[in-house]
C-alpha cells in the first residue's frame, strides 16, 4: 500500500505527480520532495516558495523542513532567502549527521556550498500585497498578519518508509527572521515509518505550543485511526489554549498511518487537503468542523484559486 495526504488543495499537481512516482515505485523522500517544490515553483501561491508573501521588511524568508520515518532523521531550514526550493535543502540537511536545521545567513552559505539554486523569490504581484497591506495598515488599523497557509505532507510508499515535510513563507509581514512551526520537528512535522507522519498548517506560535504533529504520531503508534488521533489532538490544543489565554489561532492538521489510513482536522472552516492513495485517485476534499469537534469531508473540484 503506498498513499499520501497534503494541507491545502494548492498541493493538487504536487500531490498527482507524487502519486505517479510512487505508483511507479519511487521512494517517499522522492516523491515528497517533488510534490512540495512543484508548489514552491508556482508563483501564485501566495504562502509558499517564489511568489510567497514578505516580511515587514519586504523580503521573502522561507522556511522548510524534511523528515525520514525510517531513520527518523531530520533537515530544516528557516528564514532563509534568494534560493528557490527550501525543501530540497532541507531534505540535504537531513542527511547530515549534525547542524540539521540552519537559520537565515548560515542557511543561504550551506545552500551555496552544495550547489542549491538562488532565485530573488520575491515577485512583483507579492510587491503590490505588501504595498496594499501597509496601505490598509495606516487607513483601516487591520492587523499585519495574515496569510499562513503551510504546504505540508505525509506520504507512505509501498516499501513502507514515511516521510514528511513542509514549506511556507510564514506570516505576511511577520517580524525579521521570526520562525513558525513549520521547520520545527515534533510541531510543524513528524514521520516514524512504525506509526506515521503528520503535519501542520495554522498559526505556528500556537501550533508549537501543543509539538502536536509528534502528538499525533504518538497517539496513531497507540492504536488510533489517524482520523481519531488529529481530532484529539486539535481539540485537546485547541481547548487548552483558549482555556488558558481566552483563544486559539488556527490549528489544523493531517495525517496518514503505516497502513495507508489518513484524517485531518481543524479548528477553522476553511481548510482544504488533497489526499491519494493506491486505492484512491488524487483528490481535493474541503474539511468541515461540526460543534463538536469531528470533522467530515465533502470532495471538491481540484481547482485552486487566490485571491
Known amino acids: 500500500m503506498w498513499g499520501m495526504i497534503a494541507t491545502w488543495s494548492m498541493a493538487a499537481d504536487g500531490v498527482a505527480k507524487g502519486a505517479e512516482l510512487l505508483k511507479s515505485g519511487k521512494n517517499a523522500g522522492d516523491a515528497t520532495e517533488t510534490a512540495i517544490r512543484k508548489v514552491e515553483d508556482f508563483p501564485y501561491y501566495k504562502s509558499v516558495g517564489y511568489g510567497g508573501l514578505p516580511n515587514e521588511e519586504m523580503e521573502v524568508e522561507l522556511d522548510a523542513a524534511y523528515m525520514d520515518g525510517d531513520t527518523l532523521s531530520i533537515g530544516a531550514v528557516a528564514a532563509i532567502k534568494d534560493y528557490a526550493n527550501p525543501v530540497s535543502i532541507a531534505r540535504r540537511l537531513s542527511r547530515e549527521t549534525v547542524n540539521n536545521l540552519l537559520v537565515g545567513e548560515g542557511a543561504e552559505k550551506f545552500a551555496g556550498k552544495e550547489g542549491f539554486e538562488r532565485k530573488n523569490m520575491l515577485t512583483d504581484q507579492a510587491k503590490e500585497r505588501y504595498y496594499k497591506r501597509v496601505q490598509e495598515i495606516r487607513e483601516k488599523e487591520l492587523k499585519p498578519y495574515s496569510g499562513h497557509d503551510t504546504v505540508g505532507v505525509a506520504y507512505l510508499d509501498s516499501q513502507g518508509k514515511m516521510t514528511a515535510a513542509t ?21 510543524g512535522f513528524y514521520a516514524d515509518s512504525k506509526r506515521g507522519a503528520a503535519a501542520a498548517t495554522g498559526l505556528g506560535e500556537d501550533l508549537m505550543k501543543g509539538c502536536i504533529s509528534y502528538e499525533i504520531v504518538r497517539l496513531m503508534g497507540e492504536g488510533m485511526h489517524p482520523q481519531e488521533a488529529c481530532e484529539t489532538a486539535v481539540n485537546r490544543l485547541d481547548e487548552e489554549l483558549k482555556s488558558r489565554r481566552g483563544q486559539a489561532g488556527d490549528l489544523s492538521l493531517i495525517a496518514m498511518n503505516n497502513k495507508g489510513e489518513w484524517g485531518a482536522a481543524t479548528n477553522i472552516q476553511e481548510f482544504t487537503v488533497v489526499v491519494a492513495t493506491e486505492e484512491q485517485e488524487p483528490a481535493v476534499y474541503k474539511v468541515i468542523r461540526g460543534e463538536d469537534g469531528r470533522c467530515t469531508f465533502e470532495k471538491t473540484s481540484e481547482e485552486w484559486s487566490e485571491d
Open 167 to 187: 514549506s511556507t513563507s510564514g506570516l505576511f509581514m511577520k517580524k525579521k527572521g521570526r520562525v513558525g512551526d513549520s521547520p520545527i520537528v515534533g510541531s
